[in-house]
Structure formats: C-alpha cells, structure tokens
T-cell receptor, first 116, second 110 residues
C-alpha cells in the first residue's frame, strides 16, 4: 500500500526557534496533503490543507504566519513552526488523501514536538 | 461547522466481551466513514472503513452505518487487552478533507 513518511519522528527545540517537519509520499504523487495537530488526550485537529504549487488553505483559528506550509513538489510537503513556544508542543501528523473515492487516506508516523 | 461526536469514555469491558463504540456526525452529505485505532504517541491506524448503509464485518470488527440517523458504530467482539487504545471516528467531506471525533478510550480488562 501507499506509504507516507514523516520526518523527524520527534524533535526538541528551544523557545523562539523554528522547526521544519517533512512529509513525503513515497510511492505516489500527492497534489494535496493535510496537516493535523493533536494535543494530549485530544483528537486530531485539521490545521491546513497543503496544495502543490499553490498556497495552503488554513483552518479557522490557525495562524498561517506561524505555521508555514510549503508543497514544492508532488511528493513533499513541509510544515515549519516558526518562533516556537511551549504551547506549540504537540503531536503533528500529515496525511495524504486517498487515491480513489472509496479508499482511505494515508498517515505519516507523526512528529512529537517539544518546545523548551 | 461540521462535527463528529463521540463519547470520550473511558469504556471498560472485560476480556472476551463485546465493546461497542458510537459516533454521530453533522453533515448529512458525508459519504465516507472510518474507524481508527490510536495507541499513545502513535499515528492513527485504520481499523475499518464503511461507505454504505448497513454492516461491514472484518474479523472481530463490525462497522455499522445509518446515514438517515447520521450514526456510525464499531463493535469489537471477543475483546482482548491489546485492543485497549483510543478509537477515533472519522468522517470524510468534500475535497477528501477528514474530520475526526474526540476519540473513545477503551480499556479491556484481563
């Protein structure tokens, strides 16, 4: 089956620095990818839709200047958390949409971000 | 705003029993429904997908969909301690955007 690879799986950074998370589709092309965030004991919240070759679409309440999304190729989307603060510490997961109507989406392994 | 509602639990069942997880959704036009299992610190793992009214069985798992009632459920038969996890109900909308419920924590007692 299709594989989505996310890197890194965990990262610790200092407050005020920026962190980049990569999401790659390994054996298929994805013109769209989704980025989710999950706080402890909460569900996955959709942050934004990454669109290859165009601007990302952000969900209500998500700061686009803080969470920069770049989808420069058909196999790579990146999420950069800029000027990270402790409250940005969370589990970030990317997802590639299904290849057909009645098929499932594919999730990356997730990235645990801890801002200290 | 599109919503997916689940009872957060925790739901506790003895080993070998049937665990019943429920989910309701707000958008009547939704066509695709999923149940994911998530262990702490891990990415969600697809358990079942269902696209039409009725039941769909896969091993110990049965998904049930009732579009008229906007209701999806997951039954786990012969529950095992390894089934202890958080179960996320997910609904796909137009443009392949997927919205998740808050998840139900299941504990299976040995």
């Amino acid at each position: 089956g299709a594989v989505v690879s996310q890197h890194p799986s965990w990262v610790i950074c200092k407050s005020g620095t920026s962190v980049k998370i990569e999401c790659r589709s390994l054996d298929f092309q994805a013109t769209t990818m989704f980025w989710y965030r999950q706080f402890p004991k909460q569900s996955l919240m959709l942050m934004a839709t990454s669109n290859e070759g165009s601007k990302a679409t952000y969900e209500q309440g998500v700061e686009k200047d803080k969470f920069l999304i770049n989808h420069a190729s058909l196999t790579l989307s990146t999420l950069t958390v800029t000027s990270a603060h402790p409250e940005d510490s969370s589990f970030y997961i990317c997802s590639a949409p299904p290849t057909g109507v009645n098929t499932e989406a594919f999730f990356g392994q997730g990235t645990r971000l801890t801002v200290v | 705003q599109k919503e997916v509602e689940q009872n957060s639990g925790p739901l506790s069942v003895p080993e070998g029993a049937i665990a019943s997880l429920n989910c309701t959704y707000s958008d009547r036009g939704s066509q695709s429904f999923f149940w994911y299992r998530q262990y702490s610190g891990k990415s969600p793992e697809l358990i079942m997908s269902i696209y039409s009214n009725g039941d769909k069985e896969d091993g110990r798992f049965t998904a049930q969909l009732n579009k008229a009632s906007q209701y999806v459920s997951l039954l786990i038969r012969d529950s095992q301690p390894s089934d202890s996890a958080t179960y996320l109900c997910a609904v796909r909308y137009g443009g392949f955007k997927t919205i998740f419920g808050a998840g139900t924590r299941l504990f299976v007692k040995a």
